[in-house]
Nanobody, 126 residues
Framework: QVQLVESGGGLVQAGGSLRLSCAAS????????MAWFRQAPGKEREFVGT????????TYADSVKGRFTISRNNAKNTVYLQMNSLKPEDTAIYYC???????????????????WGPGTQVTVSS
């Protein structure tokens, strides 16, 4: 079983930055593809970005491209989400997710991931 725990959320003004962390345990982290999703009030959970275990390739949703950066530190079993130029519409609960390493063409879908963290709240004030 894999446990994921997010941290680093909080309240920030528009234009500011936050860095979220997701610590993983229970399985070989280096062989898992990792992703970030978010869910705003009244909306469905949406894909933010992903980083592969093989080569560390990243892919982002258009809404965050150029502002958010995902990275991973396999030695620390941690994946990060650096968020810059934050906007009020970025307000959401942010979730970390992991798969079993097989990868999926549908990496942007919730169903592609097997493990989820409880989430961390990010609030961006205008």
């Amino acid at each position: 079983q894999v446990q994921l725990v997010e941290s680093g959320g909080g309240l920030v003004q528009a234009g500011g930055s936050l860095r979220l962390s997701c610590a993983a345990s229970g399985r070989t982290f280096s062989s898992m593809n990792m992703a970030w999703f978010r869910q705003a009030p009244g909306k469905e959970r949406e894909f933010v970005g992903t980083v592969t275990w093989r080569g560390g390739s990243t892919t982002y949703a258009d809404s965050v491209k150029g502002r958010f950066t995902i990275s991973r530190n396999n030695a620390k079993n941690t994946v990060y989400l650096q968020m810059n130029s934050l906007k009020p519409e970025d307000t959401a609960i942010y979730y970390c997710a992991a798969d079993r390493g097989l990868g999926s063409t549908y990496y942007y879908r919730r169903s592609a991931y097997d493990y989820w963290g409880p989430g961390t709240q990010v609030t961006v004030s205008s």
